[in-house]
Structure formats: C-alpha cells, structure tokens
T-cell receptor
Framework: EPEVTQTPSHQVTQMGQEVILRCVPISNHLYFYWYRQILGQKVEFLVSFYNNEISEKSEIFDDQFSVERPDGSNFTLKIRSTKLEDSAMYFC?????????????FGDGTRLSIL | GQNIDQPTEMTATEGAIVQINCTYQTSGFNGLFWYQQHAGEAPTFLSYNVLDGLEEKGRFSSFLSRSKGYSYLLLKELQMKDSASYLCAVRPNTDKLIFGTGTRLQVFP
C-alpha cells in the first residue's frame, strides 16, 4: 500500500539554526499538509498546500515557517530560526482530490529536538 | 471556537466491545475522521463519517449524529494490539483537520 514517507526520522538542532523537514506524499495525491504534535498534546494543524500554493495556515505557522514543493515528489517544511518551543513531532499528510472528503494519510513523522 | 472532546483514558478486556465517544463544536462540518495512534507513531486512518448513521469496517464501526455534534467509535472483539490512542478529528468549513486530545485505550488480558 502506498505511503507518505518522511525524512529524517529524528533531527536534533541548536536553537536559532534552520531546519528542513522532508516529505514524499503519496504519488497521486494533490493536497498536502503539515501538522505537529508536542509531546503529550494533541495533533495541531500547521499548513495546507494545493496547486503549488498555501491554501491555509494556522496561527502557529508564522514568518519563521515556510513550505515548498521543489519538484514533483517532495514537499518540505522549513523553520528558519528554531526556538525551544518548536520541539515536537512533525507529521506530513496527503490526500487524493477525488471522491468527496477523502481522509488524510500521515507519514511516520520527524521528531525535532531543539537544544 | 473549535472544540472537540473525548475521554482521556479507557480500559477494556480482550474480546470485549468498547465505545469511544466524541463531541464537537466547529465552524462548519465536512466530515469526522477516526485515527489510531500508537505511542511515538503516526496517526493511522480508521474510519470516517460525512452523513448521519453507522459506518462499519470489520471490527471497527463509527457513528455520527450531526444534529447532536456527536460521534462514537466502536471496537469489537478487542485484541491486545488495539491498545493505542484513538483520535477524533473534524474537517470544518476549510480543508484541515481539527483533532481532539485522543482517548488512550488499554486492553487487558
């Protein structure tokens, strides 16, 4: 069964450094998302992306965050200057565009630890 | 505001049936989704409802009442591997998911 893949599985970075999290969505999917989950808390929406542009972003997704689809397969989340509170599990998700409100399928996540 | 409530923890016995409830108040409604999440892993899609009623998928069923803002996930013939968190998520009037805090289910032999 096709799946969303994310790399790296774990990223440790010094505060203030830039980090790029990478995702390869399922190949025929058209809608892409990033969520984060701080340890012990609920999954929170960050941003949605369709047709090479951001569809919606949450209050969390401030100017330090950006997303890009640099080619036909990758979808990246960049955090420009990381803060301690950015430590979380980051999930990429994707869904197909056909047949009504199709479910989002999640990758295994990248655990980001800011020191 | 957007609010999704579900119990924090539940316990059940292997072979039994358990019902996990979810109530929601959101800006618009375009579907309710249930995900399973094992500790440290990704949410895995289980079931979704758009219209009122029951959707059955093997040992898992999900029910929706839009007028009551209420859903439940029913797990039958519980197995030890069903010990996990179960996340209720609503798609409001925009294309995103709003998640509840999850219900941690422990299945005992």
């Amino acid at each position: 069964e096709p799946e969303v893949t994310q790399t790296p599985s774990h990223q440790v970075t010094q505060m203030g450094q830039e980090v790029i999290l990478r995702c390869v969505p399922i190949s025929n999917h058209l809608y892409f998302y990033w969520y984060r989950q701080i340890l012990g808390q609920k999954v929170e929406f960050l941003v949605s992306f369709y047709n090479n542009e951001i569809s919606e972003k949450s209050e969390i997704f401030d100017d330090q965050f950006s997303v890009e689809r640099p080619d036909g397969s990758n979808f990246t989340l960049k955090i420009r200057s990381t803060k301690l509170e950015d430590s979380a599990m980051y999930f990429c998700a994707s869904r197909t565009g056909t047949g009504g409100p199709q479910p989002q399928h999640f990758g295994d996540g990248t655990r980001l630890s800011i020191l | 505001g957007q609010n999704i409530d579900q119990p924090t923890e539940m316990t059940a016995t292997e072979g039994a049936i358990v019902q996990i409830n979810c109530t929601y108040q959101t800006s618009g409604f375009n579907g309710l989704f249930w995900y399973q999440q094992h500790a440290g892993e990704a949410p895995t899609f289980l079931s979704y409802n758009v219209l009122d009623g029951l959707e059955e998928k093997g040992r898992f069923s999900s029910f929706l009442s839009r007028s009551k803002g209420y859903s439940y996930l029913l797990l039958k013939e519980l197995q030890m591997k069903d010990s996990a968190s179960y996340l209720c998520a609503v798609r409001p009037n925009t294309d995103k998911l709003i998640f509840g805090t999850g219900t941690r289910l422990q299945v005992f032999p």
